[in-house]
T-cell receptor
């Protein structure tokens, strides 16, 4: 089946630095990638939707300049957390439309970000 | 705006027994999709079952089945012959596709524990 590879799985960074998270669709082309944030014991909250070759669409309340999303190819989307602060510590998950079946979303394995 | 409500924060069931997880949603749309996702401790999101709103027949995937009541906007998940590996968070999700935009909206989740 369709696989979305997400890296890194865990990252610890210092306050003020930037962190890049990558999601790659393996063996299929993902025209649309979704980025979610999940706080402990809570649900997934959509942060933004990225379409290949165009600017991402951010959900209300999500800072565009802080969470930079790039979807430069049909197999790669990246989320960069800029000038990270401890409150940005969270679990970030990407997902992509999977081919073959209608609206079958495939999720990456997630990235646990800890800002110290 | 669409909302998804899961009224059972936690549930438990004995191995081999049957359990039903509740989900209700609110929408004014007629065409949409509903999903149940499983998130085990690994935090990998796994699609359990999917239902298209235009289909009257309830979806079934092996031990997993749904009771889709469109008029009542209810979408419950039944797990038969529960197994220890079914222990996970279960999220109900709603998706509609309009005007070139699609978005998954998740409920808050139900933590299911299968006891030996």
């Amino acid at each position: 089946g369709a696989v979305v590879s997400q890296h890194p799985s865990r990252v610890i960074c210092k306050s003020g630095t930037s962190v890049k998270i990558e999601c790659r669709s393996l063996d299929f082309q993902a025209t649309t990638m979704f980025w979610y944030r999940q706080f402990p014991k809570q649900s997934l909250m959509l942060m933004a939707t990225s379409n290949e070759g165009s600017k991402a669409t951010y959900e209300q309340g999500v800072e565009k300049d802080k969470f930079l999303i790039n979807h430069a190819s049909l197999t790669l989307s990246t989320l960069t957390v800029t000038s990270a602060h401890p409150e940005d510590s969270s679990f970030y998950i990407c997902s992509a439309d999977s081919p073959g079946t209608p609206y079958g979303y495939t999720f990456g394995s997630g990235t646990r970000l800890t800002v110290v | 705006a669409q909302t998804v409500t899961q009224s059972q924060p936690e549930m438990s069931v004995q191995e081999a027994e049957t359990v039903t997880l509740s989900c209700t949603y609110d929408t004014s749309e007629n065409n949409y999709y509903l999903f149940w996702y499983k998130q085990p401790p690994s935090r990998q999101m796994i699609l359990v079952i999917r239902q298209e709103a235009y289909k009257q027949q309830n979806a079934t995937e092996n031990r997993f089945s749904v009771n889709f009541q469109k008029a009542a906007k209810s979408f419950s998940l039944k797990i038969s012959d529960s197994q220890l590996g079914d222990t996970a968070m279960y999220f109900c999700a709603f998706m509609s596709y309009q005007g070139g935009s699609e978005k998954l909206v998740f409920g808050k989740g139900t933590k299911l524990t299968v006891n030996p």
